[in-house]
C-alpha cells in the first residue's frame, strides 16, 4: 500500500533529481524568501544551499537584466498568477546565463497564497544560437544591400524578380523596388541567352561564369559575367543570381585584337623582321616568334626558324659571330638594350649586312627574353661606303637630309589624324611628334594658303582611285621659314571605311633653290645639277630604310653616341651627346672637332689621341673611364668605348664612340663608400652590442667588438653560432616565435628580455632591440639587433623584488598582529566589563540564595507545626466546649476562625514567592556565567531565558504604552558544546539593542525570538529527521524601523554606532561577530530594510546530537 509519505518521498526525490533548477519562496514572509532549492539550482547558478536559503532570487541579476521582464513578474508575483519570463542572470562567478523562468503559485485548502515554485530552464545556447541568426540574417541583409555587386531572385517558373538589391538598380539604371513584379527576361539582349541558362541551372542546379549581353532601362547594352544558384525562398522554388560588369574588358579584348591585327599588318610592312629571341635558363637558344621578314631577311620561313634558332648562329660571317656572341652575353647579364651589326653567309657566298636591336626583360622562371627588330642594311652599307669617298660638306649634307615618314588615317566622316609621326617631324615642321598626333591641325596651318587646294584635292584623288600619292607644295613654319617639301604615299582601306596613308615626307627645299638656281644656269651646268640631283635622290631613298630605324636607336638610347671620320671630324651623334656639348640639335655638331666642344684643352687632346691610336691599331677600346666637362661648366665622368668603323674593304674610315654619363653613379658610389665607413665606424664602435644575422638559419653573419666583450667570445667563434646556440634554452622558445614573425614579415621589429650564455658558461641578461633588414623586393632577410646587458639591472630588480616581498611580508604580520591586537584588546575590555557584572550578579544571586533557602527551608516546618497547633486547639475546644469567658473574648478579638482557615493560604503563597525567587536566583547564576571560557553543553533556552529575566525591567515598565512584548517560538533543540557565558553575552548585546529600537515606537512593539534545527533545508518541523541536524538557529526579530543598507553593511564593524555620542562604544555587535563566527565557527547576519524592522539570524554548528530539550 502506498502511503502520503511514500508520496512525499517520491516527489522530493523527483524534485531533487530534476535537470531543471527548481525553487520554493515563502510567499507570506518579508521580501518572499527562498526556502528550498533543489541541486540543479545549485550546479546551474554555482551558489550553495546555504547561501541560497533566506534570500529573495533578486542576486541572480545584474545590471543589464531585462526591466521590462523584471516588471511583468513582480506584478505576477504581486497579483499571485502564473507567468513564464526570460531574464539574463548572473552566476556566482559573475558568469551571465539565460534563465526561462516559470514562477506559480501555491494555494492551500482555502484557496489562500502560501508559496511560490519556480522553474528554471537554462536557455543560454538558444539565446546565442537565436543572436547570431539574427545577426547573420542582419550582416547577409546588410552584405547584400551594400555590396556593388548586383543580385536578384527570380521566381524559377515564369522569371517573375522576388528580391533586387540597389547595386542592381544602379546597373540598369533603375529604382530596385521596381525590379519587383518584373520579368527578369525583359532585361537579356539575346532572349536565347536566358533559355541556354535555364538549361544550365535546371542540368546541374548552378551555372557559373556565364558570358552574356544584357539591356538596360535606356536600350543600351552590356556585357556581363553571371552565376545562378537553384535556392528557395520564402517557400518557392527560385534561382538566385549575380553577375558582374565586364563590358570594359570585352572592349579592352576586341580593342586588342584590332591591335594585334593592326601590328601583325605593320609587322608584315616593315622592311625587316621582328622577333621575340630567348635565352632559356638552362642555355638553350629559340625564337617564340618570328615575323613574316624572316623570309626575305633569312630566305627561311618562320616556322623553320622557329623551331631551330641554331640556323640563324649558323649563318653568322665567321668574322662577326663573336661580337654577336660578346653583345648577347653582355646583354643577357646587364640586361642593357641589345644593338649589332653583322654580315649574314647564304649559299654561294652572298654576304648581307644586318641590324638588330631590342630591349632585354628576365622572367620569373630565369628565361631571358628579347624583343627586337632585324633590319637588312646592306643597302646602307653600301651607301655608307659610297658617302665616306665623297666631299665632307657632301658627307654632312647627306648625314643630315631631313625627312618624316608618317601615318595618315583619313575617317569617313572627315576627322583625320596621325597614327604615327617620326622624329624627323620637328626638323621639318618644327612641331613635336606627340604634338602633331594629338592634333592634326598644326601641320594643316603651317601648309601655304596657296598650295591647300591642290594639296586636299590630290589627297581625294589618291584616296577615291587608291593610287600611290606624291605632292609638292610649301609650308611656312612657326619661326617663320618657307619650306618646299615633297611627300609620297600610298593609301589603304581599311576595313571600318578608314583610309589610311604610309608615306614619308623630305625636305627639297635645297632642291627648289637648285631647280632655280639650274633654270638660271647653262646647259652643262643644269645637266650637271640634274645628275647631282638624281644622285641626291638615290641617295636619300637608299637613306630612307636606315632613317626608319635610325628614330627607334636613337630615341631608346639612353647613351651618347657619336662618330667621326679618319680626321676626327664629327658627323653626327644622337640628341644625348648634343645636349651635354651644349647643342640644341645632333646636326649642329656636323662637321665639327672636339676643339670646337666645351672639353676642357686637356681632354680634347686625350679624345683625338685616343682616335687615332685605335684607327690606327683598328682595336676597339671598352670602358675607358674618362672626365669631360659638360656644357653647363661642370666637369662629369663618362664610361667610354670607342669602335673602329670600316668600309666595304674593311678599311678604318672612321671611329664610333658610345659614351654613358656615369657622373651621378661614381658620385654614389663615393657616397655609399662614405656611408659604409661611417656605418662600419658606428657599428664597431657603439658602445652597445649589435649584430647581425641571417633570418633564414639565425646564423650570426656579423657582430661588433662590444658584443663579443658582452658575451666573452671572439668574432670568429661568435659567427660560427646562432642567435639560438647561445642564448638560454628556457628563453629560446619565445626568442625563436618573434624571430620567425620577424622573418614572415608579420612584424617589423620586437623588443625582447632575454638570457644568453656567455663564453665562460656565465649568463648575461640582455634586452634585444631587433629590426628586419629587407632585399630590393622588400623581402626581410637579416636580423638587424641592438644588445643591452641588463644583467646588474635583472640583478637589482630581484634583490629589490625580494626586499620589496619580505617588507609586504613584515607589514601583513604587523596589520595582521595588530588588528588580533585590537581584537583582544576589546574582547578583554568587554570581557572585563561582562566579568565584573557577572561576578556582582552572582554575589547577588547568592546573598539572595542564602534568606531565600533559610526562608523555603523553614516553611515545611512551620506549616507542620501550624497543623500541630490546629490540631490541639481542636482537642481543647473538643474538650472544653464550655471555655472561660476571657478565652472567648479572645477567640472573637483574633477571629481564630478566619486565622485557621487564611493561614493555610498564606503559607502556600509564601512557598510559591520562595520558589519564585529560586528560580529567580537559578537565572541569575546562570548569567553570571559570562567569564566561563571552556566548552560545555548548555541549554540555549536557558541562556535565552536569563538574558530576558536580567533585561526585564527594561521590558515590563509601569506605562503600558512603554511595555515591549517578548514572543518565544523556541523549537526542539539539542543541548550543544559552547561557551556559555559568550553567547550569554552575544544574546545580550542582540536583545538590549532591539529594546533600544523600540523605545520611541509607537505600538505594537514586539520581539520575535525562534530557535530551531537545521541540515539541508530542513527544519524542526520535520521531526522525525531531527537527528539529521547540524546547525542551530536562534532568529531574534524586532517591529522597530530597520535600518538602511549602508547601515546594514557596517552593523559588525569596530566602533561603528548608530547611538548618540556617549550612549554607546560600537564594540556590543562586532564582538558578537566574533564571538560566533570565530569562536564558535557559526554565522550571525542582518536582514533589515527601512520600515521592515531588523532580524538577527544566528546559527551554530552542533557537535554531536542531543536529547531534546
Excluded at 418 to 441: A, D, H, M, R
Excluded at 794 to 805: C, H, P, R, V, Y
Aim: aromatic content about 8%; overall charge negative; glycine content about 6%.
Amino acid at each position: 500500500m502506498i502511503t502520503d509519505s511514500f508520496h512525499l518521498s517520491l516527489l522530493e526525490r523527483a524534485i531533487a533529481a530534476s535537470s531543471n533548477s527548481i525553487l520554493i519562496a515563502d510567499a507570506n514572509s518579508p521580501d518572499t524568501p527562498i526556502i528550498y532549492c533543489n541541486p540543479a539550482f545549485e550546479k546551474l547558478t554555482g551558489y550553495s544551499n546555504e547561501e541560497v536559503i533566506g534570500r529573495n532570487c533578486r542576486f541572480l541579476q545584474g545590471a543589464d537584466t531585462d526591466r521590462a521582464e523584471l516588471d511583468k513578474l513582480r506584478s505576477s508575483v504581486r497579483s499571485g498568477t502564473e507567468i513564464k519570463v526570460v531574464l539574463k542572470n548572473y552566476r556566482k562567478d559573475k558568469t551571465p546565463f539565460w534563465n526561462e523562468l516559470t514562477v506559480s503559485p501555491v494555494l492551500d485548502g482555502e484557496g489562500k497564497l502560501t508559496h511560490f515554485i519556480g522553474v528554471q530552464n537554462d536557455i543560454t545556447k538558444r539565446i546565442i544560437a537565436e543572436t547570431a541568426l539574427q545577426e547573420s540574417e542582419e550582416r547577409l541583409r546588410a552584405i547584400a544591400t551594400a555590396t556593388p555587386v548586383p543580385i536578384l531572385i527570380t521566381c524559377r517558373s515564369d522569371s517573375t524578380i522576388l528580391y533586387a538589391n540597389p547595386a542592381l538598380g544602379e546597373t540598369f539604371g533603375l529604382n530596385s523596388e521596381k525590379f519587383i513584379g518584373s520579368k527578369k527576361s525583359d532585361f537579356y539582349a539575346d532572349a536565347s541567352d536566358r533559355h541556354k541558362l535555364l538549361e544550365l541551372v535546371k542540368e546541374k542546379g548552378f551555372s557559373d561564369g556565364q558570358q552574356i549581353c544584357l539591356k538596360k532601362a535606356n536600350g543600351s547594352l552590356f556585357w556581363v559575367k553571371m552565376s545562378m544558384r537553384s535556392i528557395n525562398f520564402n517557400g518557392e522554388a527560385a534561382i538566385l543570381s549575380a553577375f558582374y560588369d565586364i563590358t570594359d574588358r570585352v572592349e579592352a579584348e576586341t580593342a586588342l585584337r584590332v591591335s594585334e591585327a593592326r601590328f601583325q599588318k605593320l609587322a608584315a610592312n616593315v622592311p625587316g623582321m621582328i622577333y621575340q629571341f630567348k635565352l632559356a635558363a638552362d642555355g638553350t637558344l629559340s625564337f617564340p616568334y618570328v615575323s613574316s621578314g624572316c623570309r626575305e631577311l633569312y630566305e627561311l620561313e618562320p616556322e623553320v626558324l622557329q623551331n631551330s634558332a641554331i640556323l640563324a648562329i649558323e649563318m653568322l660571317h665567321p668574322d662577326d659571330a663573336p661580337s654577336f656572341h660578346e653583345s648577347l652575353a653582355v646583354s643577357a647579364k646587364t640586361l642593357e638594350p641589345w644593338r649589332w651589326e653583322g654580315r649574314l653567309v647564304f649559299p654561294g657566298d652572298r654576304i648581307k649586312w644586318i641590324s638588330g636591336a631590342s630591349r632585354p626583360e628576365m622572367s620569373e622562371k630565369g628565361d631571358i627574353i628579347w624583343d627586337g627588330l632585324l633590319i637588312d642594311i646592306s643597302d646602307r652599307k653600301q651607301a655608307e661606303s659610297a658617302l665616306w669617298q665623297s666631299e665632307a660638306r657632301f658627307q654632312k649634307m647627306a648625314a643630315n637630309v631631313p625627312g618624316m615618314i608618317y601615318q595618315y588615317l583619313l575617317h569617313p566622316d572627315g576627322a583625320n589624324q596621325f597614327t604615327y609621326v617620326s622624329p624627323g617631324c620637328w626638323e621639318l615642321y618644327e612641331l613635336e611628334p606627340e604634338k602633331l598626333q594629338t592634333n592634326s591641325t598644326f601641320m594643316w596651318s603651317l601648309v601655304h594658303p596657296d598650295d591647300i587646294k591642290p594639296l586636299l584635292e590630290s589627297l581625294a584623288i589618291s584616296g577615291e582611285n587608291l593610287q600611290p600619292w606624291t605632292y609638292e607644295g610649301r609650308i611656312v613654319t612657326k619661326s617663320g621659314k618657307l619650306k618646299w617639301i615633297r611627300a609620297i604615299a600610298r593609301p589603304e582601306l581599311q576595313p571600318g571605311g578608314d583610309l589610311l596613308w604610309e608615306g614619308v615626307t623630305i625636305d627639297i627645299s635645297d632642291r627648289k633653290l637648285a631647280e632655280i638656281a639650274l633654270g638660271e644656269s647653262k646647259i652643262a651646268l643644269q645637266q650637271a645639277n640634274q645628275e647631282l640631283e638624281k644622285r641626291v635622290l638615290q641617295r636619300t631613298e637608299a637613306l630612307y630604310a636606315s632613317q626608319k630605324m635610325l628614330w627607334l636607336v636613337i630615341d631608346n638610347i639612353p647613351q651618347l653616341i657619336a662618330w667621326k671620320n679618319r680626321d676626327s671630324v664629327y658627323l653626327g651623334g644622337n640628341k644625348n651627346f648634343a645636349k651635354i656639348a651644349g647643342f640644341n640639335h645632333p646636326s649642329e655638331i656636323v662637321g665639327l672637332t672636339d676643339y670646337d666642344m666645351p672639353w676642357k684643352p686637356e681632354e680634347t687632346e686625350f679624345f683625338r689621341a685616343c682616335d687615332q691610336r685605335i684607327m690606327a691599331t683598328n682595336t676597339a677600346e671598352y670602358h675607358m673611364i674618362q672626365p669631360q666637362l659638360q656644357a653647363d661648366g661642370t666637369q662629369g665622368w663618362v664610361d667610354t668605348n670607342k669602335i673602329p668603323l670600316h668600309d666595304n674593304y674593311d678599311n678604318v674610315v672612321g671611329i664610333l664612340s658610345t659614351f654613358e654619363d656615369i657622373t651621378d653613379r661614381l658620385s654614389l658610389q663615393a657616397q655609399v663608400r662614405a656611408s659604409e665607413e661611417l656605418f662600419r665606424k658606428i657599428f664597431e664602435d657603439a658602445p652597445i652590442g649589435i649584430y647581425l644575422a641571417n633570418l633564414d638559419d639565425n646564423k650570426l653573419v656579423r657582430v661588433n667588438k662590444t658584443y663579443c666583450e658582452m658575451l666573452g667570445y671572439t668574432a670568429a667563434e661568435l659567427l660560427d653560432k646562432t642567435l639560438i646556440e647561445i642564448g638560454h634554452p628556457a628563453d629560446n622558445p619565445k626568442n625563436i616565435q618573434v624571430t620567425a614573425a620577424l622573418h614572415r614579415g608579420e612584424i617589423t621589429s620586437y623588443q625582447i628580455e632575454i638570457r644568453q650564455i656567455a663564453g665562460t658558461g656565465k649568463i648575461v641578461w640582455v634586452n634585444v632591440t631587433s629590426t628586419a633588414i629587407r632585399d630590393g623586393e622588400g623581402k626581410p632577410i637579416y636580423n638587424l639587433g641592438m644588445i643591452e646587458n641588463i644583467t646588474n639591472r635583472k640583478i637589482s630588480a630581484a634583490a629589490l623584488q625580494a626586499s620589496e616581498s619580505q617588507l609586504r611580508k613584515q607589514a601583513a604580520q604587523l596589520q595582521e598582529a595588530y588588528e588580533q591586537l585590537q581584537h583582544a584588546q576589546i574582547q578583554l575590555v568587554q570581557s572585563e566589563k561582562m566579568s565584573g557584572l557577572g561576578q556582582m550578579v552572582a554575589g547577588i544571586a547568592h546573598e539572595i540564595n542564602n534568606p531565600a533557602t533559610f526562608i523555603h527551608g523553614n516553611i515545611s516546618h512551620a506549616q507542620n507545626y501550624f497543623n500541630d497547633l490546629i490540631e490541639v486547639l481542636n482537642l481543647y475546644q473538643e474538650s472544653y466546649p464550655s471555655p472561660a469567658p476571657q478565652i472567648v473574648e479572645k477567640v472573637k478579638e483574633l477571629e481564630l476562625d478566619f486565622l485557621k482557615e487564611d493561614l493555610p493560604k498564606m503559607l502556600n503563597s509564601m512557598r510559591v514567592g520562595i520558589e519564585r525567587i529560586s528560580k529567580i536566583v537559578l537565572s541569575l547564576r546562570n548569567f553570571s556565567r559570562l567569564d566561563e571560557s571552556e566548552m560545555k553543553l548548555v541549554d540555549i533556552h536557558e541562556g535565552i531565558d536569563s538574558t530576558l529575566l536580567i533585561l526585564q525591567h527594561r521590558l515590563h515598565q509601569e506605562n503600558p504604552k512603554s511595555r515591549i512584548e517578548v514572543i518565544k517560538d523556541y523549537g526542539k533543540i539539542s543541548k550543544i558544546d559552547c561557551c556559555a557565558g559568550q553567547l550569554n553575552q552575544v544574546f545580550l548585546n542582540i536583545i538590549g539593542n532591539a529594546i533600544e529600537a523600540l523605545e520611541n515606537q509607537p505600538q505594537p512593539r514586539t520581539i520575535v525570538i525562534r530557535t530551531e534545527m537545521k541540515k539541508a533545508g530542513l527544519t524542526s518541523h520535520n521531526e522525525s529527521k531531527l537527528s539529521q541536524c547540524d546547525r542551530i538557529v536562534i532568529c531574534i526579530a524586532d517591529s522597530g524601523q530597520g535600518m538602511t543598507e549602508d547601515v546594514r553593511r557596517r552593523l559588525f564593524d569596530p566602533f561603528f554606532t548608530t547611538k548618540a555620542v556617549g550612549s554607546g562604544t560600537g564594540l556590543g555587535l562586532s564582538i558578537s561577530h566574533q564571538i560566533v563566527v570565530e569562536k564558535h565557527r557559526g554565522s550571525l547576519r542582518c536582514i533589515s530594510a527601512p520600515g521592515q524592522g531588523a532580524e538577527f539570524w544566528i546559527e551554530i554548528p552542533c557537535t554531536s546530537d542531543r536529547p531534546f530539550t
